[in-house]
Nanobody, 122 residues
């Protein structure tokens, strides 16, 4: 069984910074892609950023230049450094892992975390 545990959410003023972390636990060999999604009240869940096992990032246009995604494959951990935060960044942030290859050679297509709340006050 694989679990994703997020941390780092909280309350911050507009213009401030936060760093989210997500660690995958279990009998993992390698994870193809890890990323962050967010869902604001009344809105659909959307991609924020993701990153391949080779370190190639992908960002939503709304966060380009403000957020930086990185990962530590040895720790099965992905980070999201958020700066110049805006009230519209307020959401529940979810970690997602795609293509989780286990030591048993089984592959889990995707695994989601429980989410961490980010609130940006104006």
């Amino acid at each position: 069984q694989v679990q994703l545990v997020e941390s780092g959410g909280g309350l911050v003023q507009a213009g401030g910074s936060l760093t989210l972390s997500c660690t995958a636990s279990g009998s993992i060999f390698i994870i193809d892609r890890m990323g962050w999604y967010r869902q604001a009240p009344g809105k659909q869940r959307e991609l924020v950023a993701d990153i391949t096992s080779g370190g190639i990032p992908n960002y939503a246009d709304s966060v380009k230049g403000r957020f930086t995604i990185s990962r530590d494959n040895a720790k099965n951990t992905v980070y999201l450094q958020m700066s110049s935060l805006k009230p519209e960044d307020t959401a529940l942030y979810y970690c997602k892992a795609n293509g989780v290859k286990l030591i048993s050679r089984a592959i889990l297509p995707e695994v989601w975390g429980q989410g961490t709340l980010v609130t940006v006050s104006s």
